[in-house]
Nanobody, 124 residues
């Protein structure tokens, strides 16, 4: 299984930007579809964005379309989430995750590897 470590979280004012990164180690990174999810206190973990193995296809939750961009660098074994125009409701712990197939990418149960998460707090 691939091991995942997120970084880049922090405190930012509404309207600001953050860039999250997820570093992968283990079997070939380019074999995995990668996703970002977030979980706010008292809520279920929710889908944010996903990217195919080659990076040629991406998929976003409606709540982040036009504000967030997912990307990957298979040479560096990393996946990033650029978050712009942040809102207080984006406050959550953000997790990266890996799976084999580019199907049902918004379903948490289809991912087999997860990072430990990084906190993002957006102040109003």
């Amino acid at each position: 299984q691939v091991q995942l470590v997120e970084s880049g979280g922090g405190l930012v004012q509404a309207g600001g930007s953050l860039r999250l990164s997820c570093a992968a180690s283990g079997p070939t990174f380019s074999n995995y579809v990668m996703g970002w999810f977030h979980q706010a206190p008292g809520k279920e973990r929710e889908f944010v964005a996903a990217i195919s193995r080659s990076g040629g296809s991406t998929y976003y939750a409606d709540s982040v379309k036009g504000r967030f961009t997912i990307s990957r660098d298979n040479a560096k074994n990393t996946v990033a989430l650029q978050m712009n125009s942040l809102k207080p409701e984006d406050t959550a712990v953000y997790y990266c995750a890996a799976k084999r197939e580019y199907a049902s990418v918004d379903d948490t149960t289809t991912y087999h590897s997860w990072g430990q998460g990084t906190q993002v707090t957006v102040s109003s």
